[in-house]
């Protein structure tokens, strides 16, 4: 493994990221300046993880994040952490996560982020529990919304469990 170098992502990254991604459309591209977009305005920090110089990976921190179990609560939230397949149990995720968790430490106690609950998220969900994340105790969510008792859903990205972090 090479060094691991994390810094704020800038427009011009996008096209590193796509190639990166295998995904150059529109969409993703546009995805990718609305974060960056948000981060100028000051309510994220878009980090990017070179390896090697070569990028590696992602994560977007919402310093009050909109989205997610704890969303509109005042808690920083991190939204999309990506590593690349070739950069992957290369410690580029730690890396990633550690410059998150530290900005949100300046500004909060907590940090929390949701994590899907079908099989491709495995790994990911074995990886925020064992850095220290616990549910934060409201259940299954589905779009967004605490999914009720006995209610149908579809076992898909939209099925996730809300991970709450003390940081202090």
């Not at 994390?6 to 295998?22: E, G, L, Q, S, V």
Request: hydrophobic share 35%; net charge negative; proline share 3%.
């Amino acid at each position: 493994m090479g060094d691991i170098l994390i810094r704020k992502m800038t427009y011009d990254d996008i096209p590193f990221i796509c190639k990166a991604d295998n995904d150059e459309s529109d969409t993703f591209v546009t995805y990718l300046k609305n974060q960056l977009e948000n981060q100028e305005n000051g309510k994220c920090l878009a980090l990017l993880a070179l390896c090697d110089n070569q990028t590696a990976g992602y994560v977007f921190l919402y310093y009050a994040c909109k989205w997610g179990g704890l969303k509109n609560k005042g808690i920083p939230g991190v939204v999309d952490l990506i590593v690349f397949k070739p950069y992957r149990r290369k410690g580029v995720a730690t890396a990633l996560m550690d410059c998150a968790e530290e900005e949100a430490r300046k500004i909060h106690s907590q940090i929390y982020l949701d994590v899907c609950l079908n099989s491709e998220y495995g790994p990911a969900q074995r990886f925020y529990i064992k850095r220290g994340y616990v549910p934060d105790g409201a259940g299954v969510y589905f779009e967004g919304e605490v999914l009720g008792l006995n209610a149908s859903c579809r076992n898909d990205d939209e099925l996730s469990l809300c991970l709450v972090k003390e940081l202090r």
